[in-house]
């Protein structure tokens, strides 16, 4: 009881009370060598991975670890034979959070030329590495793939759909839910059970699509699951398209940033992915069973914002924790939870929660909660 009444004495901050405290461990880290890098080509961008002796952090053997960027590794001084401190990040992602430089008669610099996909020229856009050839087989694939998990067909995977690719010229997503068994029996490693399964999974889509999960497959840049959600929550997708293809672009610019969440670049994005899918955008609307999304929202799920730059990329977060919260891009009153990469970097985003009342917590907070 004598507890109780001094923790309300002294008092709260803007959002919690000064009579609680939440120690937390620090991470487990480990020295290991850096042996090499491999270069993985993603939808936009060729990311660095870094290859390490293998040490064990946490119980978990560690040989790859995450290198982020180019930028990263220039900013960090990174050389192979450096030694790395390790850390895994909400005891899930490996990633460098110190260098010890090796000896500079053993240490080699990091550059690449050419995508490792393609063989073509790169082009080094801080903070990334982009193949210059737009119709890179690795970047296609990878934005097929993502397409592909997003319009909800799960067993479909990486290889088969490199090889569709190779051998029936499949290129986008209409191409794949018109797939005959005949045509999947022409694969390699095809028979007749393995492509009834998958035709199986990719005629799911016939029992009907969310609009959300339509407008994310087309890979619009910064348009992902939960920005999708929203807009689709708020106005069906074909008035969406109306707004983007009939309208002037300052008039479609002003509607969509009306909507809560959408700030002029990404109107921009919007409406330019818009307009250079909208063929094939409709060719899918008028093909598959849409499920209108308008008015569909989470009740009762607690409303989360991140903020900061973080260990991976915010959408590797947002799978882990879809469903269990409902993911904003604004600090509003309604918030409940703002998701901090550091405190100490006191943001706009944490300095109006604060003023708020809003809980303020980092993400090994929270991703600790999904262990």
């Known amino acids: 009881f004598a507890d109780e009444e001094y923790k309300e004495s002294i008092g709260y901050t803007s959002h919690h009370s000064r009579g609680e405290i939440a ?6 880290t480990a020295e290991s060598k ?3 890098i491999t270069w993985s080509c993603g939808k936009r961008v060729i990311t660095p991975i870094g290859n390490v002796e293998p040490v064990e952090i946490g119980g978990v053997t560690v040989s ?10 220039k900013d960090m001084g990174i050389c192979i034979g450096d030694t790395l401190v390790i850390e895994r990040a909400g005891d899930v992602i490996p990633h460098v959070v110190e260098v010890i430089c090796s000896d500079m008669g053993t240490a080699l610099s990091i550059k690449i030329e050419n995508c490792p ?4 020229e790169v082009m080094y856009d801080e903070p990334n590495v982009r193949c210059t050839n737009e119709e890179c087989s690795g970047g296609k694939l990878n934005r097929l793939y993502d397409s592909v998990r997003r319009i909800g067909i799960e067993r479909l995977g990486k290889p088969t759909l490199r090889d569709m690719m190779s051998y029936l010229l499949v290129d986008d997503l209409i191409d794949i839910i018109h797939m005959t068994k005949k045509e999947l029996l022409t694969l390699p490693r095809f028979g007749d059970k393995k492509a009834d ?14 609009e959300w999960q339509i407008l994310s497959s087309l890979n619009i840049p910064g348009i992902g699951r939960t920005l999708s959600k929203m807009l689709c929550n708020k106005i069906p997708l074909i008035s969406l398209i109306h707004i983007c293809v009939t309208s002037s672009k300052e008039r479609a610019v002003a509607t969509l940033c009306n909507l809560d969440q959408i700030e002029h670049d990404r109107a921009n994005e919007l409406i330019n992915g818009i307009n250079d899918n909208v063929d094939y ?26 903020t900061g730059k973080f260990p ?8 882990k924790l879809e469903g269990k919260y409902e993911i904003v891009e604004k600090v509003s ?13 006191n943001s706009s985003k944490q300095q109006k929660a604060e003023k708020l009342g809003i809980k303020i917590m980092d993400i090994d907070e929270i991703m600790r909660g999904e262990r």
């Open 23 to 28: 120690l937390k461990f620090a991470n487990d």
């Open 34 to 36: 850096l042996l090499g």
């Open 64 to 73: 790859n670890v995450s290198l982020h960027n180019y930028k990263f590794i």
């Open 117 to 120: 996909e393609c063989g073509s």
């Open 197 to 210: 399964n998958l035709l199986e999974e990719i005629n799911k889509v016939y029992d009907g699509v969310h």
């Open 281 to 306: 955008l409709n060719s899918l609307v008028n093909t598959l069973p849409i499920i209108n999304d308008v008015e569909v929202l989470m009740e009762g799920v607690p409303k989360i914002c991140f």
């Open 312 to 319: 991976e990329k915010k959408a590797f977060y947002y799978e």
């Open 333 to 345: 009153k309604d918030l409940d939870i703002l998701i901090v990469a550091d405190k100490s970097k």
